[in-house]
């Protein structure tokens, strides 16, 4: 299936102002209700639908896993991007997900970055890794 990630409208503004702390940034499953809204800055709008499209629980914590070791380099003279580890949770106790999509926020001040569609369903059984493995290229590629 196709990941597609998807920027919100703010999102670059606040990287060019230098606005996102990279140490705080994580991301968190959504079930099949929930949708992308571009205009939405904070994970309370992406958390608005009743019920909460959240998915956590048996291994993935409720408010998401951090991205460690985000950072921006530059990969030639016009072009930037900004990388950090994939994320990775072993299922314990039943199955993580269903989950559709993710959102990856700065949780300093919970405002978003990025939606994450997987293209499908995504799930991981029990005593198995629940995966968001980002592109080598960086999670976020800039050209300039």
Known sequence: MAVTI???????????NE????????????????SFNATNTTTAQVLA???NPEVYGNGWTEGGEAVAN??????TTNDAKIDGD???KTASGGSIGPAY?????????????AWIDF???????????????F??????????
């Open 101 to 113: 999509f993710a959102l990856l926020y700065d949780s300093n001040d919970n405002s978003t970055i």
């Open 49 to 51: 639908p009743s019920p």
């Open 70 to 75: 985000v950072a921006a380099t530059t990969i």
């Open 86 to 88: 994939d994320v990775s």
């Open 119 to 133: 293209g499908g369903l995504q799930e991981a059984g029990d005593a198995t890794d629940f995966k968001i493995i």
């Open 135 to 144: 592109s080598a290229s960086g999670i976020l590629t800039f050209t300039y």
């Open 19 to 34: 606005e996102f702390n990279f140490a705080t940034w994580k991301v968190l499953l959504l079930d099949n209700s929930a």
């Open 6 to 16: 998807t920027l919100y409208d703010h999102t670059v503004k606040k990287l060019v």
